[in-house]
């Protein structure tokens, strides 16, 4: 009775291999990196151009003048944009107002957040308003101006 006959010990060992190889299993399938969870919407937004690169534009779409924030979005632009109203983006300036269509791809990964916006279809609304601040225009036809009179940096000698 002191030793197990080999058909008691198989399962014996079995066990004894399974309870052994379980932490490694387990500290193994923690370690595999997850897949990223993508998701795609449409969307648009109507704004004003801020800027115009080679390969992207940003628009600002919702300015709150009283707490004096704004908010801006950047979109990358590539062959296959389309565009309304206008037929060459050189056509759409500083200031403008346009309304872009964009496919936003969130990807999530661990905890963190990629966010890329891919213009689809730009549609030029309105042209940027022409004032004079816009043109820096500065009247030279008004003859009363003051003339410095030898004043510099440190004001007048004498004082």
Sequence with gaps: MASLS????????????LVCALPLYAQRAQSQPTRPKI??????????????YKMAISV??????????????????????????????????FGDTVRVEYIEVV??????????????TISFL?????TPEALNVIDTSDTDMIDA???????????
């Design 6 to 17: 080999i058909k008691k010990q198989i399962p014996l060992i079995c066990f004894l291999i």
């Design 39 to 52: 998701t795609q919407a449409t969307k648009s937004v109507e704004g004003i151009v801020s800027a115009i």
């Design 60 to 93: 600002v779409y919702n300015i709150d003048v009283e707490k004096g924030i704004e908010r801006e979005m950047l979109f990358h632009l590539d062959e296959t944009v389309g565009l309304k109203n206008r037929k060459t983006f050189d056509q759409i300036n």
């Design 107 to 120: 990807q999530e990964n661990d905890g963190k957040t990629k966010t890329q916006r891919l213009a689809k």
């Design 126 to 130: 309105k042209p940027a308003p022409v």
């Design 149 to 159: 009179g030898g004043l510099n940096l440190k004001g007048m000698k004498g004082e």
